[in-house]
């Protein structure tokens, strides 16, 4: 349950292709407070992300569901990726690893799907068995 708890913290965190120009600057088309759900297989329910700056708060259904991180985005692949790095957590043991994600943004909802922290393979689709997927609106 705990790493299940990361998996969305890690993929605002996730962040890495070797082959992609990573984005350096402060503000992302991410930026501000996306509110929704997770439709994960068998871990359904509300859902929250706010990306400030180069970091991200997660906050799940559960109480205990929740993260902090900071985050860098590969805009130039397709799909774009997230790679984030947990800097706070429900579960200390996940505090410092990695998370990759893949996201896209259509109109006013971002969808996220992203592997557990430590997992180093970047989702090949949205709905990849085994990843955690979301889909958020944009806050006004």
């Not at 509110?35 to 068998?42: K, L, V």
């Not at 900071?70 to 774009?80: C, D, G, V």
């Amino acid at each position: 349950m705990k790493k299940a708890i990361l998996i969305p913290i890690a993929l605002a965190v996730l962040i890495v292709s070797s082959c992609s120009t990573v984005s350096k600057s402060h503000s992302s088309p991410l930026e501000g407070s996306w509110s929704g759900r997770e439709n994960t297989p068998g871990h359904q329910g509300t859902a929250s992300l706010t990306f400030t700056g180069q970091t991200l708060q997660f906050h799940g259904t559960d109480a205990d569901d929740w993260a902090d991180g900071t985050f860098i985005l590969h805009e130039n692949t397709n799909p774009k990726q997230l790679v984030g790095v947990i800097t706070n957590c429900s579960s200390g043991e996940t505090i410092g690893k990695t998370v990759y994600a893949i996201y896209k943004i259509e109109a006013d909802t971002l969808t996220l799907s992203g592997n557990s922290p430590g997992n180093l393979n970047i989702p090949a689709a949205f709905d990849t068995p085994g990843t955690r997927q979301f889909v958020l609106k944009h806050a006004e």
